[in-house]
């Protein structure tokens, strides 16, 4: 059924971009097209290094005629609205900025196109003269298949870290000059609070073989039970009521749709969803980071504060969804790598009890592994950008 409608949608979206095409000749030289500028994040959101960085554009380079695509439904529209000029993901105008754009930029592969998935398979049939920027969602350590070269086809790939940048040179095959070494965008805003926020962040990231699952076969898997059950762990209770701490769980977008399933009776334990949350301030505003493989540890880590791995699926994890890349977390992680609850709130007792400071081990692992730690990434990012035209 889901491939069904998604034939559907492919011939809507080629008829569409036809007619766009056309369209196109037409309004070509009129100034809202000149040397044009999109940049969006996946059409729906405006929170990470795509939001960042039209904000930098928009401050420190008005003069470049930019756009952010964005859903006029996206929680996020109105406080990115007042920055610059904002089209409507998906409208016929997206396609017309689609075709015209001297630059592309986006936080994931084709997600400035009116539809991700259709461009990401047939974008290589339509002439494209722009260039294409990979701003990156997050720093990659797995060896993601999509993310090869021979699966996208973009001019600039923005990496953050030197084992990184080394390991997708040596890997994903792409042409000498498109890896560029600038750090994340959205890293100018992360800062490390000064007093403690009582709050601990639980940010699981999703499950592949989870994608087509329904609402009843998702109350079964074992992400549901294994991290419902440790919201609703008697010992979880103890431990916050012990620190007057709260926790908050926020599971990868993918996850978001099954997040009513996820209850707790216990008052210091929130669930948060996608509208009323930014991925940002919560970590911003929390001490300490528990999740299991999510690239968003290194955020973390930037501000240099101390987390646990709690991965109680390794193998299955890396049969099912990312193979193994440069990071192993048994050497090189941040933080405490545990598989059991128990071991989890023994990890979590030696952080409190060590003022929320990083052990000096993981520390020292932290300040190699980064290249910059600083607040010019966007502007590293738009030199970067500069230099391909």
């Known amino acids: 059924m889901y491939k069904f409608k998604r034939l559907f949608v492919y011939i809507r979206v080629l008829l569409v971009m036809l007619i766009a095409e056309i369209a196109s000749l037409f309004v070509k030289k009129s100034a809202a097209y000149k040397d044009l500028w999109i940049v969006s994040e996946r059409g729906v959101d405006a929170r990470d290094n795509g939001y960042h960085f039209f904000k930098f554009l928009c401050a420190e380079h008005p003069e470049i005629n930019a756009v952010y695509v964005i859903s006029g439904q996206s929680p996020d529209r109105e406080k990115v609205a007042p920055l610059g000029r904002l089209i409507e993901y998906g409208s016929f105008r997206h396609y017309l900025c689609y075709?015209?754009?001297?630059?592309?930029?986006?936080t994931h592969i084709d997600g400035y196109s009116p539809d991700?998935?259709?461009?990401?398979?047939?974008?290589?049939?339509?002439?494209?003269?722009?260039?294409?920027?990979?701003?990156?969602?997050?720093?990659?350590?797995?060896?993601?298949?999509?993310?090869?070269?021979?699966?996208?086809?973009?001019?600039?790939?923005?990496?953050?870290?030197?084992?990184?940048?080394?390991?997708?040179?040596?890997?994903?095959?792409?042409?000498?000059?498109?890896?560029?070494?600038?750090?994340?965008?959205?890293?100018?805003?992360?800062?490390?609070?000064?007093?403690?926020?009582?709050?601990?962040?639980?940010?699981?990231t999703w499950r592949s073989t989870l994608r087509t699952c329904n609402r009843r076969s998702f109350l079964d898997s074992d992400y549901f039970k294994k991290y419902?059950?440790?919201?609703?762990?008697?010992?979880?209770?103890?431990?916050?009521?012990?620190?007057?701490?709260?926790?908050?769980?926020?599971?990868?977008?993918?996850?978001?749709?099954?997040?009513?399933?996820?209850?707790?009776?216990?008052?210091?334990?929130?669930i948060a969803d996608f509208k009323n949350n930014d991925v940002q301030d919560l970590l911003i505003n929390s001490d300490i980071l528990i999740t299991d493989y999510s690239s968003v540890f290194f955020d973390y880590a930037y501000m240099r504060k101390p987390m646990v791995y709690y991965q109680y699926d390794e193998a299955a994890f890396r049969a099912e969804q990312y193979g193994q890349g440069y990071f192993d977390y048994k050497t090189d992680s941040?933080?405490?790598?545990?598989?059991?609850?128990?071991?989890?709130f023994d990890s979590l007792r030696?952080?409190?009890?060590?003022?929320?400071?990083?052990?000096?081990?993981?520390?020292?692992?932290?300040?190699?592994?980064?290249?910059?730690?600083?607040?010019?990434?966007?502007?590293?990012?738009y030199d970067a950008i500069s230099s391909l035209l």
């Open 99 to 106: 075709i015209l754009a001297k630059v592309k930029v986006s």
């Open 116 to 204: 991700i998935l259709f461009f990401h398979k047939f974008g290589k049939l339509f002439p494209d003269k722009s260039k294409k920027i990979f701003l990156q969602h997050g720093i990659i350590k797995d060896d993601l298949r999509f993310c090869h070269a021979d699966q996208t086809n973009i001019d600039m790939f923005v990496c953050s870290a030197v084992p990184e940048y080394e390991y997708i040179d040596k890997f994903f095959g792409y042409k000498k000059g498109v890896l560029k070494l600038t750090g994340l965008c959205r890293f100018d805003n992360l800062k490390k609070q000064d007093q403690p926020t009582h709050r601990l962040l639980f940010m699981p």
């Open 228 to 270: 419902n059950g440790l919201l609703n762990s008697k010992k979880l209770s103890e431990l916050l009521e012990q620190y007057d701490y709260e926790l908050v769980f926020y599971p990868h977008f993918e996850v978001h749709r099954f997040l009513d399933c996820f209850s707790c009776s216990d008052p210091r334990v929130h």
């Open 334 to 344: 941040f933080g405490d790598v545990v598989e059991t609850e128990d071991e989890l």
């Open 350 to 381: 030696r952080i409190f009890n060590n003022d929320l400071q990083p052990d000096e081990v993981y520390l020292k692992k932290i300040n190699s592994f980064f290249k910059f730690n600083d607040t010019e990434n966007c502007r590293r990012v």
